[in-house]
């Protein structure tokens, strides 16, 4: 019985993260309308897991006290393809809603790339490959403190190329950060090329076993999936860290963009966003 | 002057932060897999305080924000061209930019400053990094020139949560100051010796030097110690070179490119001082001569030989 009711809570509330997850990609794409500067393909992937955070209930936060001790930390490393981001601090309070019609311009905090002027931004983004390693420290600070308070990082898989996530793999591995969730945004496709034509980084998810991760791959769009590895990683007492590969696609939603292995410098018209939304709708 | 042993800086550094801890500070100490006698006392006895991420500078500035993020005071320890030039853009993002949004105490503290490491060629000269750390926003730096001034700064770092660049020497040096002397760290700068109409500014080692130079030559002349680039105070420093005719600055760095030199050229230019400079330092190349540090100066003309005759004879550079 305990498990049937926890059945049909936790259908509901997949069910009520995929509607958010379709107004968040919307509201992505009205965000990019305002600001065509802004990476919309990249930010399209991770949207259901950033939905799946946030509102599945493993993200602990207090939008009224964005730096709240007891918070856990959220590092958005892949600072370009989280866009998607906005409208979810907008939803939550940490912004305002109104604020979603200014991004990129004059006299906005709402740039290009969030980073932390915004409420709810932990770490200056835009340079990749630095949010893993800060991460660690926030981790192994935490865990002086005997804070219960864990650290989440979202990385893209073309961020993998630099070395400094590798020198912070290795650490957190050899340091047993049981509190400290990486989730490697996995669309495959970097600014020029296919990752696999740059650096393949197949088998992922051995080579960070090899370094003392506990790993497991999922489609990052299926929003249960998403939802169990999560709960896999909060409920984790291995002492080791936890890396959620999610393999999604670039572009999420829009087929032009989905199609496009150049998609990542692409911008969407206005009717092409206005088609997007609709057939999400 | 005291007959006093020398004291390596790195030794009376780590014995501060060995205090500090004893005191329960929130301090972390992480390295780059660089270690000295002290630090292996802290290690043993504050194992959960210290950690070696290993030979990964870059690692050591992102661990060492996420710990300042997370309140404590870190000292990132390790090989001062290293510490300052290879995680260079970790410092700028996460220190520099972050600490523009948020207190972030983490402290840089690289050993072997300019020329120290001599006879380990080019790649362990450290030249560049006053000019590379001064031009980064928010970021103070230091550059102390005796182990008095050691402690001085690193009971500041202790009580200033801003992030820092501190470079010592890596060889045992005599003190240049009396306990307690008449230093204001804020000032950033000391005027050792009056007299004479030139003024040498030197930082770092290279005032142990001019102050030789001084002891054991009948010319006279001014000597200012530069321990600091941020906090500078310039007009003070503009109202102490002004009482003079000349200015011979003195760094183990390169010249005109940024460091003490573009420092004390920039302050008289922006004031419409008219007074001729003469940089002593580096010239535009590195040193793959192999000798003793001596004789690294001697070559480039910044020995005490070299310090005299550019106080007899300086050129004109502005």
Not at chain 1, 133 to 140: D, L, Q, R, Y
Request: charged share 25%.
């Amino acid at each position: 019985m305990a498990t049937e009711t926890k059945t049909t809570a936790d259908a509901a509330l997949i069910s009520r993260l995929k509607e958010k997850a379709a107004w968040v990609r919307n509201e992505t794409l009205k965000v990019h309308g305002v600001a065509p500067e802004t990476r919309v393909a990249s930010s399209l992937s991770p949207v259901e897991v950033l939905v799946t955070l946030y509102y599945g209930g493993w993200l602990r936060f207090d939008p009224r006290q964005p730096q709240w001790e007891g918070r856990d930390r959220f590092i958005a490393s892949k600072g370009h393809g989280c866009i998607a981001l906005y409208p979810i601090l907008a939803d939550l309070g940490f912004i305002g809603l109104e604020e979603l019609a200014t991004v990129c311009k004059n006299g906005s905090r709402l740039g290009c790339i969030p980073d932390m002027q915004i409420p709810g931004i932990e770490t200056t983004n835009g340079s990749l490959g630095h949010g893993l390693g800060v991460a660690c420290g926030m981790a192994i600070g935490l865990r002086q403190k005997r804070s219960d308070a864990r650290v989440y990082v979202i990385t893209g898989d073309g961020e993998l190329c630099e070395g400094s996530v590798w020198e912070a793999v290795m650490f957190a591995g050899q340091h047993g950060l049981g509190n400290l969730t990486l989730i490697v945004d996995y669309n495959g496709i970097a600014m020029l090329d296919r990752c696999r034509n740059i650096i393949e980084f197949e088998p992922l998810d051995r080579k960070l076993r090899e370094f003392q991760w506990d790993v497991v791959t999922v489609d990052g769009h299926d929003i249960g999936a998403v939802h169990e590895a999560l709960a896999a990683c909060r409920q984790s007492r291995s002492g080791r860290p936890q890396a959620i590969v999610a393999r999604t696609v670039k572009g999420k939603g829009v087929p032009s963009l989905e199609r496009d292995v150049l998609c990542h410098i692409k911008t969407l018209n206005a009717q092409q966003i206005a088609e997007a939304i609709g057939r999400a709708s | 002057m005291t007959t006093e042993k020398p004291l390596a800086m790195r030794d009376v550094f780590l014995q501060h932060l060995l205090e500090a801890l004893r005191r329960r500070e929130k301090i972390f100490i992480v390295t780059d897999d660089f270690g000295s006698p002290v630090l292996d006392k802290i290690r043993h006895e504050f194992g959960d305080h210290f950690i070696n991420v290993g030979i990964a500078e870059q690692n050591a500035i992102n661990i060492a924000t996420g710990l300042a993020a997370e309140g404590f005071t870190v000292f990132a320890y390790g090989i001062a061209s290293f510490m300052s030039m290879r995680c260079y853009e970790q410092i700028r993002t996460n220190l520099s930019m972050a600490s523009q949004q948020r207190a972030l105490n983490v402290n840089i503290v690289g050993v072997g400053a300019g020329l120290s490491y001599d006879i380990s060629g080019p790649s362990h000269h450290c030249l560049e990094d006053i000019t590379l750390m001064r031009l980064l926003p928010h970021i103070e730096v230091f550059s102390p020139s005796d182990w008095t001034l050691t402690t001085r700064v690193t009971e500041w770092s202790l009580r200033h949560p801003r992030p820092k660049y501190i470079r010592l020497d890596s060889k045992p040096v005599p003190r240049l100051y009396a306990d307690g002397g008449p230093v204001t760290v804020e000032d950033g700068f000391c005027e050792l010796a009056h007299g004479g109409d030139t003024c040498v500014v030197a930082t770092g080692f290279m005032t142990q030097v001019a102050r030789r130079a001084l002891d054991q030559s009948a010319i006279r002349f001014g000597l200012v110690d530069v321990f600091a680039f941020r906090p500078l105070d310039e007009d003070r420093l503009l109202g102490v070179l002004k009482k003079y005719r000349r200015v011979v600055t003195l760094e183990e760095g390169f010249i005109h490119r940024g460091g003490l030199d573009t420092v004390v050229i920039g302050l008289l230019a922006r004031h419409g001082v008219q007074m001729a400079v003469h940089p002593l330092g580096v010239n535009d190349r590195y040193l793959f001569d192999i000798g003793h540090r001596a004789r690294l100066h001697q070559l480039c003309g910044m020995d005490e030989a070299g310090i005299l005759q550019a106080v007899a004879a300086p050129r004109v550079e502005t």
